[in-house]
Every structure is written in structure tokens, then in C-alpha cells.
């Protein structure tokens, strides 16, 4: 079973300038998460998506921005780059979970390392 | 939302011994706590977890207990090998209504020496 997928594996931009990051879940799941890895630093979440839909957000300004795809893949945009924004970007897969059903584990792929330059 | 507290943030253990890694939440309707492993320039994996109707998990060297009413989790791995050596991450969940997210904690790196 092939796991969940990211690309690129490294991004390179400059401050102002977009960029587009995308993750394949894994085959039968549906809901899509990402999460913000800044170096040496945990887990921020940024985004989970299900079912096409945005379901939550993190603490991250609108420029921070995605969408999920009819085959659940998902892409993360992020405007107006800014220095801080360089980290590595993480895409979580999971099942969907049921309303008042139980959480559904998330696998993580290897991640988008974006450097701002 | 949630919080959570990891502790401590640098563990260093000899091969053979044991290590015990523990977090504190904040929400009392956080029901899913997971723990993964994230070697150096690796994804994290998924090593355990526990839902909030158990208070004790066991696979092979990794366990993890849990305490609902003092809002605390930890991780214990058993004769620690080399391999064991990593950042440990702990998570839990943060609900509102059918939307829940992880909240991590900010790792714990774990070295095991000779």
C-alpha cells in the first residue's frame, strides 16, 4: 500500500512570491490535514480538509490557503511568502471520521521543505 | 482550543534501560491521544496510541498510560536499542463539534547511548 505523497520535495522561493504544494493520501482515505514544521520546532496545524470541504483551521493568516480535490488530493497555497514561512510542510492522511465516531489515525508523508529566500 | 505540555524536551538513556516521556492536555473532551517517532529528516510516524475508555496500552517495548482525571499521558519504552534514538512526539485531539485536529506537543529527542 503505497503510502502518503508529497511534492515537491524541496521548494525554493523568494519573499512575495506563491507557492503550490501538493499531497496524495493514502488509497481509501479521505480527510487531509497539513501542518506547519519549523526547524526545530513541533507540529503547527494549518489545515484539515474532508470531502472537498475545509473542516478546521489553525492560527495562520489568510494567505495560508487550500482545497482538496475529487480523488481527496490536496494542495496548500501559500501568498505573499514571507521569511518566516520557510519550514517543512507536512500532509497527514486519515479515514474519515464519523460524526460522534471515533478519531481516525493520521500518516504523514515526508513532506515539502520550502526555503524562503 | 487544546494545550499540551511535553516533557522533558532532551532524554538521554543507556541501551537496555527504560525512558519515560510525559505530556499534560488541557480540553477534558480530548478523547485520542497519539504518539509518533520522527527520525532525522524523516517523517513522523505513528508508533501508539490510546483512546480515552483505556488507561493502558501495550505494544511489545512501547506503552502508554493515560490518566483522564490529571489530564496527563506518557510513553514508556522498555530496554531502549540505538534505533530507539529520535524526537517522540505527543498529540491529542482538540474538538469542536465533528471537526477534531492534533494538537502536538513540542517533542521530546530522545537519545539512546552505548
Known amino acids: 500500500e503505497a503510502g502518503v505523497t508529497q511534492s515537491p520535495t524541496h521548494l525554493i522561493k523568494t519573499r512575495g512570491q506563491q507557492a503550490t504544494l501538493r499531497c496524495s493520501p493514502i488509497s481509501g482515505h479521505t480527510s487531509v490535514y497539513w501542518y506547519q514544521q519549523a526547524l526545530g520546532l513541533g507540529l503547527q496545524f494549518l489545515l484539515w480538509y474532508d470531502e472537498g470541504e475545509e473542516r478546521n483551521r489553525g492560527n495562520f493568516p489568510p494567505r495560508f490557503s487550500g482545497r482538496q480535490f475529487p480523488n481527496y488530493s490536496s494542495e496548500l497555497n501559500v501568498n505573499a511568502l514571507e521569511l518566516e514561512d520557510s519550514a517543512l510542510y507536512l500532509c497527514a492522511s486519515s479515514q474519515r471520521r464519523l460524526q460522534g465516531g471515533r478519531n481516525q489515525p493520521q500518516h504523514f508523508g515526508d513532506g515539502t521543505r520550502l526555503s524562503i529566500l | 482550543g487544546e494545550n499540551v505540555e511535553q516533557h522533558p524536551s532532551t532524554l538521554s538513556v543507556q541501551e537496555g534501560d527504560s525512558a519515560v516521556i510525559k505530556c499534560t492536555y488541557s480540553?477534558?473532551?480530548?478523547?485520542?491521544f497519539p504518539w509518533y517517532k520522527q527520525e532525522l529528516g524523516k517523517r513522523p510516524q505513528l508508533i501508539i496510541d490510546i483512546r480515552s475508555n483505556v488507561g493502558e496500552k501495550k505494544d511489545q517495548r512501547i506503552a502508554v498510560t493515560l490518566n483522564k482525571t490529571a489530564k496527563h499521558f506518557s510513553l514508556h519504552i522498555t530496554e531502549t536499542q540505538p534505533e530507539d534514538s529520535a524526537v517522540y512526539f505527543c498529540?491529542?485531539?482538540?474538538?469542536?463539534?465533528?471537526?477534531?485536529?492534533?494538537?502536538f506537543g513540542t517533542g521530546t529527542r530522545l537519545q539512546v547511548t552505548l
Open positions: 480540553d477534558s473532551a480530548s478523547n485520542y
Open positions: 498529540a491529542a485531539t482538540d474538538r469542536t463539534g465533528t471537526a477534531s485536529k492534533l494538537t
